[in-house]
């Protein structure tokens, strides 16, 4: 089948987009230190409105021993409000494609700052019976720092599609796609555009046009994102009474 349609370029960095660049216009966490590890010392902090948290540093989250040098990281809580705010205006799973501008301080409502920087959500783990927040994982994600990233595909033109209005699915087979980012050129999302697909075309992942700092972390990148499949026969054989 040809692929013409490799032409057909999807551009994911959209500078117009709300979703194009991690930006601080979203929330500024905000976060004091915890010298105590514990299950009881962390039901203590939620049961006070505080959630446990860690930050990491690029380096702890390499799999190969001899590039994991020992590395600080930082033990801290943070609001549970204002978590949920976050989730709420940034819901999953673009939250961990999202950076935010982390302040520790010195104490809750201290004017005193301690450090601070960007951070990329890594994890959220939640209670399986009450889905409340029990604990957040963390990343550095300070300028010119790279990081793997799972970055969400949103879909759009299905509207426009003509495989679509012949009867034709959209099969989905990617709901996101691994990048080694700058941490300053995370896209939160990547949008692939289907307005020009017809029953048996489809989008591979080659053909998903990034910044091109950023390198696709795949073994075969002429997988498909996605393709325009038939659901209705043209001629189908009357039901066997």
């Given at each position: 089948?040809?692929?013409?349609?490799?032409?057909?370029?999807?551009?994911?960095h959209n500078?117009?987009?709300?979703?194009?660049?991690?930006?601080?216009?979203?929330?500024?966490?905000?976060?004091?230190?915890?010298?105590c590890t514990g299950s009881r010392v962390a039901s203590k902090d939620r049961a006070q409105g505080r959630i446990p948290a860690v930050?990491?540093?690029p380096n702890l989250l390499d799999k190969s021993p001899e590039n994991?040098?020992?590395?600080?990281?930082?033990?801290?809580?943070?609001?549970?409000?204002?978590?949920?705010?976050?989730l709420k205006s940034v819901?999953?799973?673009?939250?961990?494609?999202?950076?935010?501008?982390?302040?520790?301080?010195?104490?809750s409502g201290s004017s005193v700052l301690l450090d601070s920087?960007?951070?990329?959500?890594?994890?959220?783990?939640?209670?399986?019976?009450?889905?409340?927040?029990?604990?957040?994982?963390?990343?550095?994600?300070?300028?010119?720092?790279?990081l793997k990233v799972d970055v969400p595909v949103v879909f759009k033109g299905e509207e426009n599609c003509p495989g679509l209005k012949k009867g034709g699915s959209l099969n989905r087979i990617r709901t996101s796609l691994k990048y080694?980012?700058?941490?300053?050129?995370?896209?939160?999302?990547?949008?692939?555009?289907?307005s020009n697909l017809d029953i048996g075309d489809r989008i591979f992942m080659d053909d998903v046009e990034v910044h091109p700092s950023l390198k696709l972390l795949s073994k075969n990148d002429d997988m498909p994102v996605c393709k325009i499949v038939a659901t209705n026969l043209e001629n189908p054989e009357p039901a066997v009474v």
């Open positions: 089948m040809s692929r013409w349609w490799r032409t057909l370029r999807m551009v994911a500078p117009n987009s709300p979703f194009s660049q991690s930006t601080s216009s979203y929330h500024t966490i905000q976060a004091v230190p915890r010298e930050v990491l540093a994991r040098p020992l590395s600080r990281k930082q033990l801290l809580t943070t609001e549970t409000k204002q978590i949920q705010s976050i819901e999953l799973p673009f939250f961990y494609s999202t950076t935010f501008p982390l302040q520790i301080r010195a104490g920087g960007k951070v990329l959500p890594i994890k959220v783990h939640r209670n399986d019976e009450t889905g409340n927040i029990l604990n957040l994982v963390f990343v550095w994600a300070d300028d010119g720092t790279k080694l980012c700058p941490a300053e050129l995370i896209p939160p999302k990547i949008e692939v555009d289907v």
